[in-house]
């Protein structure tokens, strides 16, 4: 090797060096971030803080021309936590009862072909559950009484009678 190449070479790797510097050099200093545009801005979810207040409540109000408040309060059901449970039971001899059991007031709604009445609960237990009511199932003189037992109100015996109380009928009636 002669002199010019090995001067030729030590400027070679000099500027090599150099730039090489220069590139970490530039690598490491911070760059200023660019300022976010309104397109940004609007596309970006803003964080709320929740408050643990409850909100206002909204009242809705109905106004009726024709029906009084307690014929509103008749046809409307708007209990959302009540205790309603509906079965139905297939009898012997052929009969359908539709009840549906109101564990709160301690009433259940029998309808059958023969008509519907509300019943009330006459005893403390629960097995089995005893509702009566003094009028028929068409809604004449006479009674109705509903026996059902079992945890799950399996099975029942519906007793009615019109105005002649001696004739009774009976059905035996298990749940479908």
């Known amino acids: 090797?002669?002199?010019?190449?090995?001067?030729?070479?030590?400027?070679?790797?000099?500027?090599?060096?150099?730039?090489?510097?220069?590139?970490?050099?530039?690598?490491?200093?911070?760059?200023?971030?660019?300022?976010?545009?309104?397109?940004?801005?609007?596309?970006?979810?803003?964080?709320?803080?929740?408050s643990a207040d409850p909100a206002d409540p909204s009242d809705t109000v109905v106004a009726t021309e024709d029906a009084s408040l307690n014929e509103v309060q008749d046809d409307t059901i708007a209990n959302v936590n009540t205790d309603l449970t509906q079965i139905t039971y297939l009898c012997t001899p052929a009969l359908k009862v539709e009840a549906t059991y109101k564990d709160e007031t301690n009433q259940v709604v029998i309808g059958t072909d023969m008509g519907t009445v509300t019943l009330m609960q006459t005893n403390e237990g629960t097995n089995p559950e005893v509702f009566e009511v003094d009028t028929a199932m068409d809604g004449g003189r006479g009674f109705t009484q509903w026996r059902v037992a079992h945890e799950e109100r399996a099975t029942g015996i519906i007793r009615t009678a019109g105005e002649d109380e001696t004739d009774i009928s009976t059905y035996e009636c298990n749940k479908t």
Do not use: F, H, Y
Request: glycine fraction near 4%; charge should be negative; proline fraction near 6%.
């Open 1 to 50: 090797m002669n002199l010019g190449q090995l001067k030729q070479l030590r400027m070679t790797a000099l500027m090599t060096g150099l730039l090489a510097s220069a590139i970490s050099i530039s690598a490491c200093q911070q760059q200023q971030e660019p300022e976010p545009s309104l397109e940004d801005s609007i596309n970006a979810e803003e964080s709320v803080p929740m």
